[in-house]
């Protein structure tokens, strides 16, 4: 059935993750809410410790959430049974920073790729020849070479490896994929190439993107919007050319000065930079996180932040200092 491409494919309305450590309970995702359109990329970036990754497990129902919803084709998954996650879970998919570490070395590339068909049982439907003219139609779509299938993980190199953790989430036809910092270990050059393989696939599939990374030039290259994240909350949300053109935020504004730049029309705007460590959102205070290291910060910043639309699609915690 083809998907409405008016509707949101994924949603996450109010969604917290904690974690139970012996300091005090993490709050490593707080209150996020964002909606994914069909065919889109929403970037994720912020510093490590942010909550990237367990926002992108959390929303897979790779680990359970502490409250909020996370919606599939406008359904709450959060509280579906096994079976009923077992018929979606096939649509939503997930690729990391170093496949390595999740390809069996013992396994042959075409084993591994053919690995997620027996895993959901969907092999059982189909005959040894439909799973050969699947697995070649993949590696092609993915850019893998048809000799690569007798290979192993260690004769491949970290792009071809990233290529075949993309194959193995790509042989489940999936409409949804959480790219969790997949080219962050990767050479330059090699980068450029999984981006455009990832935006290739996006457009010949209709695939959404929730791209995670800690980089601004490959968020800005391959999203749409982008969400912007500071110890656990979203700080600012815009489309991805409104973000780099009118950061609101402190943080997305000192994140950004962090970028060097050559553009001499720049270089005389005014400069933040952040100062002191990012700390563990450990029982945290109300307020915003930032505080402690925003030149801005004043006696209301103690006060609880919430999104606040500033211009259409645009939406800031805070616009503190913004000239
Ligand atoms: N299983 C866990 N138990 C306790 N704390 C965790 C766990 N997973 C992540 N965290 C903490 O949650 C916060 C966010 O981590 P993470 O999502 O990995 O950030 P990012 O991907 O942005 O680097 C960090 O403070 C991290 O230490
Ligand atoms: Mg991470």
Do not use: W
Not at 27 to 43: N, R, W
Not at 75 to 82: G, K, V
Not at 295 to 316: D, I, M, W
């Amino acid at each position: 059935m083809p998907e409405d491409k008016n509707k949101p494919i994924i949603e996450a309305i109010n969604l917290c993750k904690y974690f139970k450590t012996p300091k005090g309970q993490l709050h490593a995702v707080e209150d996020v809410s964002f909606s994914l359109m069909p065919g889109k990329t929403l970037g994720v970036v912020g510093e490590s410790g942010c909550g990237k990754s367990t926002l992108g497990r959390t929303i897979l129902r790779l680990q359970p959430a502490t409250s909020g919803e996370v919606r599939y084709e406008g359904e709450n998954i959060l509280n579906y049974n096994r079976k009923q996650m077992n018929r979606i879970h096939q649509n939503m998919q997930m690729i990391f920073q170093d496949p390595y570490s999740s390809l069996d070395p013992r396994m042959s590339i075409r084993a591994l790729i053919t690995e997620p068909l027996e895993v959901l049982g969907t092999k059982k439907n189909m005959s040894a020849a439909e799973e050969k003219e699947k697995v070649s139609e993949i590696m092609d779509m993915c850019g893998l070479p048809k000799y690569y299938n007798n290979l192993y993980p260690h004769e491949l190199d970290g792009g071809m490896r990233q290529r075949v953790g993309l194959a193995r989430a790509m042989i489940l036809d999936p409409k949804f994929i959480v790219c969790d910092e997949p080219v962050s270990a990767l050479d330059v050059s090699i980068q450029a190439q999984i981006l455009n393989l990832l935006l290739d696939l996006q457009d010949r599939n209709g695939l959404s993107y929730m791209f995670i990374t800690h980089d601004l030039a490959v968020v800005k290259y391959i999203s749409d919007e982008i969400m912007v994240m500071y110890m656990g909350q979203v700080v600012e949300l815009a489309e991805s050319d409104e973000l780099f053109a009118h950061p609101m935020h402190p943080y997305t504004r000192a994140l950004l000065n962090s970028i060097p730049t050559i553009d001499l029309s720049r270089r005389n705007r005014e400069r933040i930079t952040i100062r002191g460590e990012v700390s563990s959102p450990i029982n945290p205070a109300p307020g915003c996180r930032f505080a402690p290291r925003c030149p801005y910060a004043t006696e209301a910043c103690r006060q609880n932040q919430c999104l606040k639309q500033v211009s259409p699609g645009h939406f800031a915690a805070c616009t503190e200092g913004f000239k």
